[in-house]
C-alpha cells in the first residue's frame, strides 16, 4: 500500500495513470504529466524525485485501486460467488484501460516495476481462495472441490498466461481473455448434454 498521500499528490497520481495508460511507459515523461495537470515539473519532482520513482508510485496508486474495491465488495456483498465475480469484473474494468502493447513497453523497460506487478498477482490468491471457500461453505462451489488448490491453481494460470507477449502474438485483449477465462472457470465448457456424454452426470 502506498504511504498516506495529500490531495496534490492523489491528483498527479491518478493523472499519471491515465497518462501511462493511454500513452504508455515509453512516451510517458514528466514534462506531458506536467502539462497535461498545468502544473510546473518542479512539483511534481517535489513529490516524486524521479520518473521510475513517480512509475512506482503511479503503480502502487492502481493496486492500490483494486485492493480498496476488493475490500469494499467483501464488506457490502453478502453472497460470496458474487463476490468473487464482482472482483473479476473490477480486474477485468482495470485491465481494459492497459493495452497489451503497453504492458510490453513496462515488462521491457521496468522490469523491476513489472515483477512488482506479478508479486501483487499473485498476493491475490487469498482473496480468490476466501471467496471461493466461502461459496462453497455456501453450497454455490462443489464441495469436492480443493478450494486451496483451485485458488494456487488459478492464481498461477493468471500470472503465467496473462503476460504482454501472451495477448499481442494471439491478438487477444487483456480484458476479453480474463472475462472468458472467468466463465470458463465459473459456467464450464460442456452443456448438461456434453456432461451426461463424458459421464460426469
Same mark, same amino acid.
Given at each position: 500500500?502506498?504511504?498516506?498521500? $495529500? /490531495?496534490?499528490?492523489?491528483? +498527479? !497520481?491518478?493523472?499519471? &495513470?491515465?497518462?501511462?495508460?493511454?500513452?504508455? *511507459?515509453?512516451?510517458?515523461?514528466?514534462?506531458?504529466?506536467?502539462?497535461?495537470?498545468?502544473?510546473?515539473?518542479?512539483?511534481?519532482?517535489?513529490?516524486?524525485?524521479?520518473?521510475?520513482?513517480?512509475?512506482?508510485?503511479?503503480?502502487?496508486?492502481?493496486?492500490?485501486?483494486?485492493?480498496?474495491?476488493?475490500?469494499?465488495?467483501?464488506?457490502?456483498?453478502? $453472497? /460470496?460467488?458474487?463476490?468473487? +465475480? !464482482?472482483?473479476?469484473? &473490477?480486474?477485468?474494468?482495470?485491465?481494459?484501460? *492497459?493495452?497489451?502493447?503497453?504492458?510490453?513497453?513496462?515488462?521491457?523497460?521496468?522490469?523491476?516495476?513489472?515483477?512488482?506487478?506479478?508479486?501483487?498477482?499473485?498476493?491475490?490468491?487469498?482473496?480468490?481462495?476466501?471467496?471461493?471457500?466461502?461459496?462453497?461453505?455456501?453450497?454455490?462451489?462443489?464441495?469436492?472441490?480443493?478450494?486451496?488448490?483451485?485458488?494456487?491453481?488459478?492464481?498461477?494460470?493468471?500470472?503465467?498466461?496473462?503476460?504482454?507477449?501472451?495477448?499481442?502474438?494471439?491478438?487477444?485483449?487483456?480484458?476479453?481473455?480474463?472475462?472468458?477465462?472467468?466463465?470458463?472457470?465459473?459456467?464450464?465448457?460442456?452443456?448438461?448434454?456434453?456432461?451426461?456424454?463424458?459421464?460426469?452426470?
Amino acid at each position: 500500500m502506498t504511504d498516506q498521500i $495529500n /490531495p496534490q499528490q492523489e491528483h +498527479i !497520481l491518478e493523472e499519471g &495513470f491515465e497518462e501511462v495508460t493511454s500513452q504508455g *511507459v515509453r512516451a510517458f515523461t514528466v514534462e506531458s504529466l506536467a502539462s497535461r495537470l498545468a502544473m510546473s515539473k518542479k512539483t511534481i519532482y517535489k513529490f516524486f524525485p524521479t520518473k521510475e520513482d513517480l512509475l512506482d508510485k503511479i503503480l502502487e496508486f492502481a493496486t492500490d485501486r483494486i485492493v480498496n474495491e476488493i475490500e469494499r465488495i467483501r464488506l457490502e456483498e453478502p $453472497n /460470496p460467488a458474487r463476490r468473487f +465475480i !464482482l472482483m473479476m469484473d &473490477f480486474i477485468v474494468k482495470m485491465a481494459g484501460k *492497459v493495452s497489451p502493447q503497453r504492458l510490453s513497453e513496462l515488462k521491457g523497460r521496468y522490469p523491476l516495476l513489472w515483477k512488482k506487478l506479478e508479486q501483487f498477482r499473485l498476493e491475490r490468491r487469498a482473496d480468490f481462495y476466501e471467496f471461493l471457500s466461502d461459496a462453497q461453505k455456501a453450497g454455490y462451489v462443489r464441495v469436492d472441490m480443493d478450494i486451496d488448490a483451485v485458488a494456487t491453481l488459478y492464481i498461477h494460470i493468471v500470472n503465467s498466461t496473462f503476460q504482454p507477449e501472451f495477448f499481442v502474438q494471439n491478438d487477444m485483449s487483456v480484458s476479453k481473455t480474463i472475462r472468458l477465462f472467468v466463465d470458463i472457470i465459473t459456467q464450464g465448457l460442456f452443456t448438461e448434454k456434453g456432461l451426461k456424454s463424458v459421464g460426469t452426470e
